[in-house]
């Protein structure tokens, strides 16, 4: 199985559309799970970190659900901005304290007017 | 401002040349890291600092090699033994590297493309 996986996408959607994105990640005892997006040709930003309870920015809402080892992205009411690669990361813990950032390959949004 | 920044934006090298990419920070971060990303791929660790003058191999670090005498900058050097260096490279620090909490959140410099001509 592999570390962290999204659906690679592309998801095609129109102005205003509801989409999801799902993550799966393979270690459990994983404590730090993030959403990045990325632009084209363009570094990976920070779009939000994601709690155990959940957490809502504005238009996105994170989710983690630590039984299933799976995280969600909802992005509502979509903008043209919105387009880019959403990255899902997850800190691999393997049993200390220290552990590494592992990113999944990306889920390509493409938002059409 | 604060911020990572990486240069340059472009290099060239031609087979068998080291080439050294430079990243800076001063976001007074204890934590660096040197990523690879190839098209269509997720991003690949190559090396990280979790302090001055210590690093570790990351995932891919065969070829490259990194050194961190001051905590502001994290040098690459890509290697002539680096048998695939075309790639994107991305330069990130973060307050620590501990799991569990938001120390260990990375922020990116604006990446630097190598094309080995």
């Known amino acids: 199985r592999k570390e962290v996986e999204q659906d690679p996408g592309p998801f095609n959607v129109p102005e205003g559309a509801t989409v999801a994105f799902n993550c799966t990640y393979s270690?459990?005892?994983?404590?730090?799970f993030f959403w990045y997006r990325q632009d084209c040709r363009k570094e990976p930003k920070l779009l939000m970190s994601?709690?155990?309870s959940g957490n809502e920015d504005g238009r996105f809402t994170a989710q983690l659900n630590r039984a299933s080892q799976y995280i969600s992205l909802l992005i509502r009411d979509s903008k043209l901005s919105d387009s880019a690669t959403y990255l899902c990361v997850v800190n691999m813990n393997y049993g200390g304290s220290q552990g590494n950032l592992i990113f999944g390959k990306g889920t390509k949004l493409s938002v059409k007017p | 401002d604060g911020g990572i920044t990486q240069s340059p934006k472009y290099l060239f090298r031609k087979e068998g040349q080291n080439v050294t990419l430079s990243c800076e920070q001063n976001l007074n971060h204890d934590a660096m890291y040197w990523y690879r990303q190839d098209p269509g791929q997720g991003l690949r660790l190559i090396y990280y600092?979790?302090?001055?003058?210590?690093?570790q191999k990351g995932d891919i670090a065969e070829g490259y090699s990194v050194s961190r005498e001051k905590k502001e900058s994290f040098p690459l050097t890509v290697t002539s033994a680096q048998k695939n260096p075309t790639a994107f490279y991305l330069c990130?620090?973060?307050?620590?590297?501990?799991?569990?909490?938001?120390?260990?959140?990375?922020?990116f410099g604006p990446g630097t493309r190598l094309t080995v001509l």
């Open positions: 990130a620090s973060s307050i620590s590297g501990l799991a569990g909490g938001w120390t260990d959140t990375q922020y």
């Open positions: 600092s979790q302090i001055v003058n210590d690093f």
């Open positions: 994601v709690y155990s």
């Open positions: 270690n459990s005892a994983s404590q730090s």
